[in-house]
């Protein structure tokens, strides 16, 4: 079992410590990507660029449901998040910020609507094989909740949405319609909110966006055009992830990520670089060793064997 204090900071936090942002940028050189595009969805309320982007990954995975015939997914962190929510009032503990007027009386019986009125519509959107106009509203409910789980504080506009942020959430979700080269399609493949089992919690339960066959993408709603150094080194991060823990929900063994991609939402710019430019073989089984103790010496992982790309066998 998994002790809860065995449990340390998320890969985002993880990643910001000034040792590991060092070990990556001398590990792993971020390669020089040159993008082009215009921006086609400006902001409505750059303040609210955190909801925004949580709730669009709820949205484009709603998308790639609908695009593909059979996909993998997990429970949202949504879900989750209900149980937490439970969980804190009942022990009398805060869930608003300091100060807030908001009480805690009804939470529970909103989050719980929240949640079953998103499952309906998700339903709705996959029989009818089209992304709703409520969908983008679903969306926006559940990043409050999903904010609340990574975050620990609810957000003073719980249960509510703004028609600009939907309107936001709704000209991303036409330009993601309108690609003409869709990165979303699977041939053999497609895994939603993939987690890493075990290796998860090595980062506080870290998850990413999406798998299609052997590529990982993540979605981000940035204003800017530029794949940077913080964005490049997530990958790489869930991409170490998975090679100690493997990915959930559970994929063939033989299933493979030798892409690592970004899809920027405002532009519908897709971006992607193959592994084996990336990870060194040779040198990669040194590194997962600091990175699991870095990450989370408590943790009892079992040694892991891996075979790298190239076909050598690693022990850590």
């Known amino acids: 079992m998994l002790s809860q204090k065995a449990i340390h900071l998320s890969l985002t936090s993880l990643l910001r410590q000034p040792d590991v942002r060092k070990r990556f940028a001398e590990e792993f050189p971020k390669p020089r990507i040159v993008l082009q595009g215009k921006i086609r969805a400006l902001p409505a309320n750059p303040t609210h660029a955190g909801l925004i982007g949580t709730a669009l990954d709820y949205l484009l995975r709603v998308h790639v449901a609908v695009l593909n015939t059979k996909v993998r997914e997990r429970q949202w962190i949504a879900e989750s998040a209900v149980d937490l929510l439970r969980s804190r009032i009942s022990a009398r503990r805060s869930i608003f910020a300091d100060g807030s007027r908001r009480a805690n009386r009804g939470v529970i019986k909103r989050a719980e609507e929240i949640v079953s009125d998103a499952r309906d519509e998700y339903a709705k959107c996959k029989r009818r094989q089209c992304v709703t106009a409520k969908m983008s509203h679903c969306a926006l409910l559940l990043a409050q909740l999903d904010t609340f789980y990574r975050c620990g504080i609810l957000s003073e506009e719980f249960g509510r949405a703004r028609e600009s942020d939907i309107g936001d959430l709704r000209r991303m979700l036409t330009i993601a319609r309108g690609l003409l080269d869709c990165p979303f399609v699977a041939s053999r493949i497609c895994v939603l909110n993939p987690g890493f089992k075990k290796a998860s919690f090595l980062v506080n339960g870290a998850d990413a966006d999406l798998i299609v066959d052997d590529t990982l993408i993540e979605f981000k709603a940035t204003k800017h055009l530029r794949f940077t150094a913080e964005m490049f ?16 929900p559970e994929v063939p063994p033989r299933t493979r990520i030798r892409h690592l991609g970004v899809y920027f939402a405002r532009y519908g710019v897709f971006t992607h670089l193959p592994v084996d430019e990336i990870v060194d073989g040779a040198r990669v089984g ?27 066998r690693v022990t850590f």
């Open 286 to 312: 040194a590194f997962l060793r600091w990175f699991k103790r870095r990450a989370g010496s408590a943790l009892s992982l079992e040694r892991t064997t891996i075979v790298t790309d190239d076909g050598t």
């Open 233 to 248: 080194h997530q990958l790489v991060g869930y991409y170490l992830l998975y090679k100690i823990g493997g990915i959930a």
